[in-house]
């Protein structure tokens, strides 16, 4: 198992889950949406607003398919599982976490984030039903769902280095 990738709706936890999980596993660590703002030098909204979701979506694939060989943790952009191909790219190239939040505890944490810009352009229900819509796509691409709801942050990485450790034959 060379990587380790945290996939789910946005809000969800990946990059506070991610961060954590680098360091108690000691692997680097990831956010996918920053290493696409850094290779392309402009905003994850500049991108959008420029070359739309579309080219975003590409260049999201295209990071899955060139970013280091190496062992590491990778925090995904919320849309990424939607394209069959990166569900593929990061089932074949490392364990795959979904995890799973509910709406209402994902929308109480992105109601307000100006660096997420189809939160900015919807309506809670329209990302309601995005939610619902990509929750099969996590699904299909997950090795293993984690439930967060109810669950502390340290609850949720103690799961995740079980599993890993578990995988890895060394519990």
């Known amino acids: 198992m060379?990587?380790?990738?945290l996939v789910g709706f946005m809000g969800c936890g990946k990059s506070a889950l991610g961060r954590r999980l680098s360091y108690l596993l000691k692997l680097p660590y990831y956010d996918m949406d920053h290493e696409i703002?850094?290779?392309q030098g402009m905003t994850i909204p500049q991108i959008f607003e420029k070359y739309g979701e579309a080219r975003f979506r590409e260049i999201e694939t295209e990071f899955l398919k060139n970013f280091?060989?190496?062992a590491c943790?990778?925090?995904t952009g919320g849309g990424v599982a939607v394209n069959g191909e990166n569900r593929k790219i990061m089932r074949r190239s490392g364990l795959v976490f979904f995890l799973d939040a509910t709406f209402e505890d994902i929308y109480k944490r992105i109601q307000h984030d100006p660096n997420r810009p189809i939160v900015q352009?919807?309506?809670?229900?329209?990302?309601?039903?995005?939610?619902h819509y990509r929750?099969?796509?996590?699904?299909e691409a997950g090795h293993i769902q984690v439930?967060?709801?109810g669950r502390t942050m340290r609850n949720i990485l103690e799961y995740l280095v079980f599993?890993?450790?578990r995988l890895k034959g060394e519990r």
């Open 2 to 5: 060379r990587k380790i990738y």
């Open 37 to 39: 703002v850094r290779q």
């Open 68 to 70: 280091r060989d190496e």
């Open 73 to 75: 943790i990778i925090s």
């Open 121 to 131: 352009s919807s309506t809670k229900e329209e990302l309601e039903e995005l939610y």
């Open 135 to 139: 929750r099969k796509f996590y699904r």
């Open 147 to 149: 439930l967060t709801e």
């Open 163 to 165: 599993q890993v450790k």
